[in-house]
């Protein structure tokens, strides 16, 4: 029987430290194969597009492993749709995204490239890991080696093994995880949902963008979010997402609604 197949992929390009580190962690696990940008893409969310040069094929040297390396010249999801569609000799049984430079949290998720790479994914029937680090966000952008990612690459590990020994739910064919910046393999972890709020916030000055940083509300924050047990509780977020944005509302009841007529005394009421 043959070892499960494994598509690596993030949205900081395939020659990002992130990304190795991943494919260390993730040896021994099954077959590997990447499928990722050929430059940074970051907060690409899950932008379609294609840059019409061919994708270049390389091999990743991890110790005396060989891994057959893809570099799309396009977005994550593009990226994960020529892996799962055009690379892989067989049906994979899991992607991985990441590990990214910077946390991916709250309302913002789907600017992410990283998730937007796992939720391309799922979209096509393969469950997804989406694995980001806390850094500070000079370093989002970089290949910078002085981010140490051997904690974050021990959790993409340890949940990647216990997706692929249990299979991960049709409810929830993402999860996306967290690290904290000062996590160890000691670290708790907990299962946590998308914030409402916003964690990056966009800054403007002078009628321009200069911009982003981290603005919390923390009276509104809710204590179950990823923003919370990462920020406020210093423990990996673990959080399982879906890419069915139906709002949860009673559909019928919600037709009725905007079927009424403007000036219906109901609808003001």
């Not at 093994?161 to 993402?174: D, M, Q």
């Not at 423990?235 to 139906?246: F, H, N, Q």
Request: aromatic share 8%; with cysteine.
């Amino acid at each position: 029987m043959p070892r499960p197949l494994i598509v690596l992929t993030n949205d900081d390009g395939v020659k990002s430290p992130g990304l190795l580190a991943a494919a260390r962690a993730l040896r021994g696990l099954g077959e590997l194969i990447v499928c990722a940008p050929r430059q940074q893409q970051s907060s690409s969310g899950r932008a379609f597009y294609w840059n019409r040069r061919p994708a270049q094929k390389s091999i990743l040297k991890i110790g005396r492993q060989q891994i057959r390396a893809f570099a799309v010249d396009s977005s994550p999801a593009v990226s994960v749709r020529y892996g799962l569609m055009l690379a892989v000799p067989r049906p994979p049984a899991l992607v991985v995204s990441g590990i990214n430079y910077g946390e991916n949290l709250g309302s913002g998720l789907t600017i992410s490239g990283t998730v937007g790479a796992a939720l391309e994914a799922a979209a096509t029937g393969v469950p997804a890991i989406a694995v980001s680090l806390e850094t500070a966000k000079e370093f989002h952008t970089s290949h910078s080696d002085m981010i140490d990612f051997t904690t974050a690459a021990h959790w993409t590990r340890w949940f990647a093994e216990r997706i692929l020994a249990r299979a991960s739910s049709e409810n929830a064919p993402v999860v996306n995880i967290n690290v904290p910046s000062n996590a160890t393999r000691e670290t708790d972890w907990r299962v946590t949902r998308a914030s409402h709020q916003a964690y990056f916030r966009s800054l403007v000055a002078n009628g321009k963008f200069v911009g982003y940083d981290v603005v919390i509300d923390a009276e509104t924050l809710e204590r179950d979010s990823d923003i919370y047990a990462l920020h406020v509780d210093r423990v990996v977020s673990v959080t399982p997402l879906t890419y069915d944005l139906t709002a949860k509302v009673n559909l019928e009841t919600f037709g009725k609604t905007l079927s009424r007529k403007p000036d219906d005394k109901q609808a003001r009421t």
